[in-house]
């Protein structure tokens, strides 16, 4: 037997404390907290067991340690920096926009002369 059941049967005897005002405000409560953790349950996200943290923080570090390093995120900035330099100052002349229509791989000698010829 629980202890709302003794509760209950003690109630019930002659004589008994009448408890039975506290005893349905807690049933009540009771009955408002397991609503609400029902609540509470459908809105949390089940965590994979086991932990996937472990393999995601090692992917990270060898990702960093290779292509996210700091020397190759340097090198990738300086090689967009000349590719926008490239583009940006070189291919809005007319001389040079015709000879990447013509010539599909400029080389560096003509970048350098049509850059000359401009300035």
């Not at 002659?14 to 408890?19: A, I, K, Q, R, V």
């Not at 583009?87 to 850059?115: I, V």
Request: positive net charge.
């Amino acid at each position: 037997m629980s202890g709302w059941q003794v509760r209950r049967a003690l109630q019930r005897l002659p004589l008994g404390p009448d408890e039975s005002h506290s005893i349905a405000v807690l049933e009540e409560r009771a009955a408002a907290m397991r609503a609400r953790a029902e609540e509470l349950r459908a809105q949390t996200v089940p965590r994979p067991q086991p932990s996937q943290y472990p393999a995601l923080q090692q992917e990270l570090a060898r990702f960093m340690h290779n292509l996210g390093s700091v020397q190759r995120i340097a090198a990738l900035l300086q090689a967009l920096q000349v590719c926008h330099e490239v583009c940006c100052y070189l291919l809005p002349l007319p001389s040079l926009q015709a000879s990447y229509l013509l010539d599909s791989k400029p080389n560096a000698a003509h970048l350098a002369a049509s850059r000359t010829e401009h300035l």
